[in-house]
């Protein structure tokens, strides 16, 4: 399927074919640079990093205890210790063991570790007898070298986002830094004559500004930067400038609002001049219509996102947030999806997917089930803090039952 973003025309769209459209529009991944380790947690890796060593170095004890090189032998005779940071110079012979603590280089010669609770020690006679000897296990208690990552092999592949477990995998192949693609540089505004800046006074007919803080959080989590324009006026002028502005250094633009039918006129006329435009209905609830572009020479990837703040959100979510992605070279990303059972009859439409805020639970057999957070109006922000999932009804369906079983998209380290 070969879809351009641009000759989409006025149809109405499945969320699938919105998708495949921005899918096909890859952005080149922005340009890199260079961090130290303890600054990159959530960045994405623009390098391939194999592993300049074994992991662990050495093949080494996994408890406190005695390394032997069993036999099968009841008592041992003690010929020394290795303490962790240590290493025993000589080579264990049959009957004989070295007392050894956790993480030391298992001395040559031994094969097995016996740990500390299972041993009666004689330090005058340096003896030591094994308890229950038949449980032993030859190669027990050791770590192999390299078990954990061998030298030369891959440790993290491009394209990651760098979790905390990724930082402290990193460092234990001692690199002290690393090369991550530069975060995003996102202009962002809301429209509308009555959407008010919270701590101004609230006019007669105005309504605060919700989505240009509610965005901010989504792209700041996502390792975006906001340029924050601020609110602008229904004004074509206004919008036409702020536009030609953001698009001179920024890497995507982003507003809410001003894109309903009727009401698209003036972002049509001010993004016109400025690059090229696609309106899209989706056929999705809450969240149509989006307006989607690029904008000046750089081509820079525009979204015009609905005003109710709910739909601007689950549109976030659903097509800004890949490309997002993508802009940092995160290719591989996708929106993790599990299935729980409707605790309830859910609305739903067939012909669009309906996308509910739901509260999923884990139950005593295993199974999750799913609620809805109550009245889903998309402009009632209040659902989006009760919920801990987006309830995901394709368009196939036109009913849920409860028992049925629904799609859900739990939120992660976004939302
Ligand atoms: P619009 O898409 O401009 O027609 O707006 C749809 C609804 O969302 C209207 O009720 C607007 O008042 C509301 N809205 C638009 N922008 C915002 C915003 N930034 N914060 C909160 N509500 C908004
Ligand atoms: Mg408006």
Redesign the pocket.
């Known amino acids: 399927m070969t879809l351009s973003c641009f000759d989409l025309g006025e149809r109405l769209l499945s969320v699938e074919e919105a998708q495949a459209a921005l899918g096909e529009l890859t952005p080149a991944p922005l340009g890199t640079e260079t961090l130290d380790l303890a600054v990159a947690l959530d960045r994405v890796l623009a390098e391939r990093v194999s592993s300049p060593i074994d992991v662990p170095q050495n093949t080494n004890s996994a408890m406190d205890g005695i390394a032997v090189a069993w036999t099968g032998s009841e008592t041992l005779r003690l010929v020394g210790e290795v303490l962790a940071g240590s290493r025993f110079a000589g080579t264990l012979e049959a009957g004989e063991a070295v007392t050894i603590t956790t993480g030391a280089p298992l001395p040559r010669g031994a094969d097995s570790v016996i740990m500390r609770e299972q041993l009666d020690i004689d330090a005058a006679t340096a003896r030591v007898r094994v308890r229950e000897p038949d449980t032993v296990r030859r190669g027990q208690n050791v770590r192999q070298a390299g078990e954990d990552i061998a030298r030369g092999s891959l440790a993290v592949a491009a394209g990651t986002r760098l979790r905390p477990q990724h930082l402290g995998f990193l460092a234990s192949l001692g690199r002290a830094r690393v090369t991550v693609h530069r975060r995003p540089r996102v202009a962002l505004f809301?429209?509308?004559d009555?959407?008010t800046a919270p701590g101004a006074t609230l006019p007669d007919a105005g309504?605060f500004?919700?989505?240009?803080f509610s965005l901010r959080g989504l792209i700041e989590r996502l390792g975006g930067e906001v340029v924050d324009l601020g609110i602008l006026a229904d004004d074509c002028r206004a919008i036409h400038d702020a536009l030609e502005a953001a698009v001179r250094d920024a890497d995507m633009v982003i507003t809410?609002?001003?894109?309903?039918v009727g009401?698209a006129d003036w972002v049509k006329m001010a993004l016109q001049r400025l690059g090229r435009l696609g309106f899209w209905r989706i056929a999705m609830r809450p969240g149509r219509p989006l307006a989607f572009g690029v904008l000046g020479p750089r081509e820079v990837p525009f979204f015009g996102l609905?005003?109710?703040?709910v739909s601007a959100m689950v549109t976030f979510l659903q097509f800004v947030q890949p490309l997002l992605r993508r802009l940092q070279g995160e290719t591989a990303w996708r929106a993790r999806r599990l299935v729980a059972v409707a605790d309830e009859p859910l609305s739903s439409r067939a012909g669009r997917v309906d996308f509910h805020r739901g509260i999923y639970t884990g139950g005593p057999d295993g199974r999750l089930s799913v609620t809805t957070t109550g009245p889903q109006g998309s402009?009632m922000l209040s659902s989006m803090l009760a919920a801990n999932c987006l309830i995901e009804i394709d368009a196939a369906r036109d009913h849920v039952a409860a028992g049925d079983t629904v799609t859900i998209q739990p939120f992660g380290e976004l939302t």
Do not use: H, M
């Open positions: 809301s429209t509308g009555e959407v309504i500004d919700a989505n240009r809410s609002g001003g894109v309903s009401q609905p005003g109710n703040p402009g």
